[in-house]
């Protein structure tokens, strides 16, 4: 079980969109359309932003997106914020009730 | 509405078994949609899954983690636990507990609700 590939870094200016992928493996993000997004802020528990890949939860801004091709998730974010900046993880179920995470990115709001 | 809590001693030997309890307020650990995990983010690093159980007993594993771990659930505490054993520096982490939902009756397969975290480092 490897974690999920995510870049370290993306940036963005207000008001422009950014895209976050996750990248894992037939085993896990191929395999299930079972991927969560988490947002965590510096000295904060994660937040949970999108489930089953692409569902908001009740007082998520639509501004967050999910979406998957193969083996590759995608957290896309419009309009960005300043309150946007934030550390931003996925996490995929890979069977047998195991979930893996992905390293983590940080977003920089310029 | 829901809360975690972590609580633990924040300084363990090396070689030594990690300690935690989760504290499940404004709803109970015997829920039928829910399981109970534990993640864990060494300093300046990203989450790791630790492992997860439900009140039947059932628990799951990180792999790599799995012949040191523990997690048990207590129905008449409304607490579950985490238990790491032959610990070494490289388990020093920020450790959360949270809730993990299991059927589509919530936020299905994520985790809903996180503790705000405990820090346990690991030192002689």
């Known amino acids: 079980q490897s974690a999920l590939t995510q870049p370290a870094s993306v940036s963005g200016s207000p008001g422009q969109s950014i895209t976050i992928s996750c990248t894992g493996t037939?085993?896990?993000?191929?395999?299930?359309?079972?991927v969560s997004w988490y947002q965590q802020h510096p000295g904060k528990a994660p937040k949970l932003m999108i489930y089953?890949?692409?569902k908001r939860p009740s007082g998520v801004s639509n501004r967050f997106s999910g979406s998957k091709s193969g083996i590759t998730a995608s957290l896309t974010i419009s309009g960005l914020q300043a309150e946007d900046e934030a550390d931003y993880y996925c996490c995929s179920y890979a069977g047998s009730k195991t979930v893996v995470f992905g390293g983590g990115t940080k977003l920089t709001v310029l | 509405q829901l809360q975690l809590q972590e609580s633990g001693p924040g300084l363990v030997k090396p070689s030594e078994t990690l300690s935690l309890t989760c504290t499940v307020s404004g709803g109970s650990v015997s829920s039928s949609s829910h399981y109970w995990g534990w993640i864990r983010q060494p300093p300046g690093k990203g989450l790791e899954w630790i492992g997860s159980g439900y009140h039947s007993g059932s628990t799951y594993f990180n792999p790599s983690l799995q012949s040191r771990v523990t997690i048990s659930v207590d129905t008449s505490k409304n607490q579950f636990s985490l238990k790491l054993t032959s610990v070494t520096a490289a388990d020093t982490a920020l450790y959360y507990c949270?809730?993990?939902?299991?059927?589509?009756?919530?936020?299905?397969?994520?985790?809903?609700?996180w503790g705000q975290g405990t820090m346990v480092t690991v030192s002689s």
């Open positions: 089953e890949g692409s």
């Open positions: 949270a809730q993990y939902c299991s059927n589509t009756n919530c936020y299905y397969d994520a985790f809903n609700m």
């Open positions: 037939s085993s896990d993000v191929g395999s299930y359309n079972l």
